[in-house]
């Protein structure tokens, strides 16, 4: 550019840009030079640097130098114009400011200096003299220097040692890089630098960039900026894959491969942090673009490490949803969606999967089974082995574990009668075929319970126990206050009420404790929690009681009365020597039984049948 006296109007582009101070200390500028500032661009600064946006930052760091040259006389230096309204800079990404700022340029016939190709054709076609100044080429990494190639993620903070993590994926060290702070000119320094390498590389882009907190996209590498209001101090971390891995390097057995090759369509890869599951997610992606598939990404930011075949897709108008639908009209083979966490990504994965789709989730989870669960209440029971039929545990940069989903109608393990059977999600391990999860509806929850095989000393009984009070309670209602249910053995339960609530929990000739027991597939005894203390020490017959036949049968575990079926569902009082020793509801089964350790069962099963009495 030629030495010339002239007068310049630079827009918000170029003066973020730097490139008017760059040519005045260069000396294409001189000191009868004008520059004028629209208030214009130093208010859409302002409001960028309120807003934690590098961009606002850095234009005002250009007025700073500028305004130094004009105390220096090297150029002339003038502000003008009026600060926008809030509508004005509102509309601010729609043109506005800039159209606003051309105006200036031709009122005061003067050159508009701007980075922006739009502004510049939009001047041109307008008749305003326009100089597109083009952005320095260099687009190199400022933070490239900080790695080595074990280096995983490095970490810059304000006033702090920058340290780095370096290492194999499950086995990473975290250690310092060096023995000085990084002061607060660096700092500044490498997130401009940063911010300007991925702005104008062909391989970069800015990913987000919020109220101080920026992502960009590097080549390889992915880089979180944070300052202030957002964090306490200006903050870098930057991320990049320490290997490039495929799939043969994991070992995987023919079971596993087969699937993939052949049945896995929704697939849930779930591991730790740090342990490689996005790792694995690209050499799973890589294989199956090698096999001619047609692969597609979703990611937010955009950080995997996939070859150029492969697009990667991020939000579209701030919604994944939306580019859910776009990809329904690419129709790939597989997306790998990167980070399935919020209920919104579940959805999202979903829907794309029952329209057909194969999709790879990854999902952060400690246990393969927890990346199940994060379906449940998201997506409806018979549609989970339709959206994830595969998961893929890592650990430590490994395959730990894979499970298999299917749906079946069965009665779950734990429970008897035939009538009980009901869809059920069984998780079976891949490679011994093995259920070790089962998935079902019980009263008004969805449960995942652990099977024996796998819980071992009782657990999943536990866990069936636990829901099923919980259920009883429920199904109750409020009209019974505080029932108190306590087991007495296997699928039988004692419930405590009021004595004022017996007939009601039991109901017209037993019709209610019937359906609990039906539902619940439980034997249930209900009980008055008022103990009858007659002053005389023992029961006088009501004229309204009746004797029933009964026999009684003790074994090592329990004592059962068996009163026929014809009782069932029948309230009885059993006594011991003419003294009330509980009350109970006969089972549908037509007997009550007892397990031994209980009080009132040991009370009994010493007694000798003569003594007992059962009256209704």
Not at 389 to 403: F, L, N
């Amino acid at each position: 550019m030629c030495s010339v006296t002239m007068k310049i109007v630079p827009d918000t582009s170029v003066l973020i840009d730097g490139a008017v101070s760059r040519d005045a200390k260069g000396g294409f500028l001189d000191a009868d030079t004008e520059i004028v500032i629209p208030e214009l661009a130093v208010d859409e600064l302002e409001n960028q640097a309120n807003r934690g946006l590098s961009t606002g930052y850095n234009g005002i760091e250009e007025i700073e130098n500028l305004r130094e040259l004009s105390e220096e006389d090297a150029i002339d230096l003038e502000f003008t114009g009026r600060r926008p309204t809030v509508d004005e800079v509102e509309l601010a990404d729609a043109g506005r400011i800039d159209a606003m700022i051309r105006d200036i340029a031709g009122e005061r016939d003067a050159t508009l200096y701007t980075s922006d190709r739009v502004q510049a054709k939009v001047a041109e076609a307008k008749g305003i003299e326009v100089e597109l100044i083009e952005q320095e080429e260099d687009f190199s990494n400022p933070l490239e220097e900080y790695f080595d190639e074990d280096t995983m993620s490095v970490h810059l903070k304000q006033g702090t040692v920058p340290k780095a993590k370096r290492g194999e994926p499950g086995e990473m060290e975290y250690e310092e890089i060096r023995s000085d702070d990084t002061s607060p000119g660096e700092m500044n320094a490498l997130i401009q630098k940063t911010i300007e390498a991925a702005e104008s590389s062909h391989d970069g882009l800015v990913e987000m960039e919020d109220e101080g907190a920026t992502v960009v996209q590097l080549g390889r590498y992915r880089i979180a900026v944070s300052r202030p209001p957002f964090s306490e101090a200006d903050e870098i971390t930057a991320v990049r894959p320490v290997a490039d891995v495929t799939l043969e390097d994991y070992d995987l057995s023919d079971k596993l491969t087969d699937r993939l090759d052949e049945q896995a369509e929704g697939i849930l890869i779930a591991g730790a942090p740090g342990h490689g599951k996005s790792t694995f997610a690209q050499a799973l992606a890589g294989y199956y673009e090698n096999q001619g598939r047609v692969m597609k990404t979703m990611e937010k930011p955009r950080d995997l490490d996939v070859g150029p075949d492969i697009t990667q897709y991020t939000e579209l108008d701030e919604e994944m949803e939306n580019t859910g639908d776009f990809l329904l009209l690419v129709r790939p083979d597989y997306t790998v969606y990167d980070e399935v966490r919020k209920t919104e990504d579940f959805e999202v994965f979903s829907d794309m999967r029952m329209a057909g789709v194969g999709m790879m989730g990854v999902v952060h989870a400690t246990e393969p089974i927890d990346a199940v669960q994060r379906l449940i209440g998201r997506v409806e029971l018979g549609m989970i082995p339709q959206v994830c039929d595969t998961v893929i545990g890592i650990e430590d940069a490994e395959v730990s574990k894979v499970y298999k989903l299917e749906l079946t109608v069965k009665v779950p393990e734990g429970m008897n009668e035939a009538d009980l059977a009901r869809p059920v999600v069984l998780v079976r391990g891949l490679e011994d075929d093995t259920a070790e999860y089962e998935i079902y509806t019980y009263g008004e929850e969805t449960v995942v319970v652990p099977l024996d095989t796998v819980a071992g000393d009782g657990e999943a009984s536990s866990r069936r126990d636990e829901l099923a009070a919980k259920q009883l309670e429920y199904m109750l209602g409020s009209e019974v206050s505080n029932p108190v249910i306590s087991w007495l053995g296997d699928n039988h339960v004692e419930v405590l009420v009021d004595d004022h609530e017996v007939a009601q929990v039991i109901g017209n000739g037993g019709e209610n404790i019937d359906r609990l027991e039906k539902e619940l597939d439980l034997s249930i005894t209900v009980e008055s929690k008022e103990e009858e203390n007659p002053s005389s020490g023992g029961h006088a017959p009501s004229s309204t009681e009746r004797s029933l036949e009964f026999d009684m049968e003790v074994d090592a575990d329990t004592v059962t009365l068996v009163l026929g079926d014809r009782h069932g569902g029948e309230d009885i009082t059993i006594r011991v020597g003419r003294e009330d020793l509980m009350n109970a509801t006969v089972g549908r089964n037509g007997t009550v039984t007892l397990t031994r350790g209980v009080g009132k069962a040991e009370s009994l099963a010493s007694a000798d049948e003569s003594e007992v009495e059962v009256v209704k």
